[in-house]
């Protein structure tokens, strides 16, 4: 699964462009992080991947195909409200399943191949540690079991490509610490290449080995830093990843 | 609410009834047990059965019509903001018309029978169930659709996964709400025109025969039929939308 932005240009209407003819390829099994400040266009840019929003210019293709709406192997994690209030941890998880299910393997809203009559869900909410919550209502679950439970319905649905919209930033520190340790194992399991927006510099250098950096809109040439020890054990306490973090608190006060 | 708070309740409301007709004492207010005993000689010897079941029949008809009708309307005028543009001008104007004021020129249009009746009642429902499910649909959370979205869902997915749930407790919510005044209209609908429904039976008892305790016994039909309707509601709401009230 590769994505390639050709010459891309977004604008809301009547506002200037966010992107503009942009140019920016991620590789397969790639962990990247979107960095930047309010306003900088990382949720429109997670949007445009997901295939919830358009190129005004240019072209989006994956595995060289232009994006026209949402992909079925793709899979996309909120901040908030992504679950069903209505339904409990365990038919949340199932919802993606069954959503598939709804329509078949028609290749559009589900892969092609097997209609999905199985909605098991019970292996990822063990693996998540949910298991035991499997009949609450989100309302009656923490922040952090709410993602755990997005991620299930996600991972549920063997995804190529994880896009994750600042997921844990509503978390305390040790929650959103943990979270992150479990996204880094569950992507190495799963063989995901994931795209994490998100504004805390931490936690770009936690979780992307390469990061984006966007500045305020219009964003015309990739800021791209390379950092290969992200995700290795200890990374969080070393040295490198503290020159890191000074280093893009600098580099966003120029952009 | 606690059960055993609402049988005392119940039980509070039928001592101050007695003990009001022991001080009024006039055949105008009698006690609340002659009433009891002629209401049951009455459902199973008499026939207030038969009107309590026209006039039951005449709410549930209206409350299938119009959560047939005022969903789907709902839910549409909730999804398309442009439709709801062009629509919520007329919606403002009809919604606060008391819609008991038209039972004269429905009774005109469809005539003494049934429909005129169950068409009162329907249009009380329709304005509450429309307004509320609109407003329900409308404010589901972008992000929630967004997600719901990126699973695959489309239209279709959507409308079943995530419209026609929520829908559900604005339904039942307008359903509790309102049941009440639709058995009120029903009762000033049923005073004109009709020979059949417990609003004809009240009237009938007590201004043609003055036989007040039957008249009573009609009153706590009319009073159980809307209690009836609006636990009914109550117990589908806590059935069907458990996660609205769980801690």
Known sequence: MMIKFNELTFAYRGATPILQSFNWFVQPGERWTILGPSGCGKTTLLYLLAGLRFPTGGKLLIDGDPLTRPRPTSGLILQEYGLLPWATVRENAELGLRVHGFYGADGIHAPRGETPMDFNVLPWLERLGLDRLSDKYPSQISGGQRQRTAIARTLALHPDLLLMDEPFSSLDAVNRADLQNLTLELCAEEKLTLVMVTHAIEEAAIMGEKILLLGNPPNKKPIIISNPNAGKKGYRDSQPYIDLCHDLRQQMEVV | ?247
């Open chain 2, 1 to 247: 609410m606690k059960k055993r708070d609402v049988f005392f309740a119940g039980l509070a409301i039928i001592l101050f009834w007695q003990i009001s007709a022991l001080i009024i004492d006039c055949n105008i207010m009698p006690s609340p047990f002659i009433v009891i005993q002629i209401f049951f000689k009455e459902l199973f010897g008499g026939d207030m059965l038969e009107h309590a079941a026209a006039s039951l029949w005449r709410v549930l008809a209206s409350m299938v019509l119009s959560v047939a009708f005022a969903a789907p309307a709902g839910l549409v005028l909730g999804q398309s903001k442009r439709l709801n543009q062009l629509f919520s001008p007329v919606i403002y104007l009809l919604y606060p018309i008391p819609k008991v004021v038209l039972v004269p020129i429905l009774l005109l249009f469809f005539g003494v029978g049934d429909l005129s009746k169950i068409l009162i009642i329907f249009m009380i429902l329709f304005f509450q169930i429309l307004v509320l499910v609109r407003d329900q649909a409308a404010s589901l959370p972008v992000e929630l659709l967004q997600s719901v979205r990126s699973l695959g869902a489309g239209r279709r997915a959507l409308f079943r996964f995530v419209y026609l749930p929520a829908s559900l407790p604005a339904i039942l919510t307008a359903l509790r709400q309102s049941v009440g005044t639709a058995v009120a209209v029903l009762y000033i609908a049923e005073l004109i025109a009709t020979q059949r429904g417990l609003g004809y039976y009240i009237y009938f008892n007590g201004s043609t025969l003055l036989d007040y305790p039957v008249m009573y016994a009609g009153v706590l039909a009319m009073s159980l039929l809307g209690l009836g309707l609006y636990f009914a509601v109550d117990w589908m709401e806590h059935r069907l939308c458990k996660w609205q009230f769980v801690k």
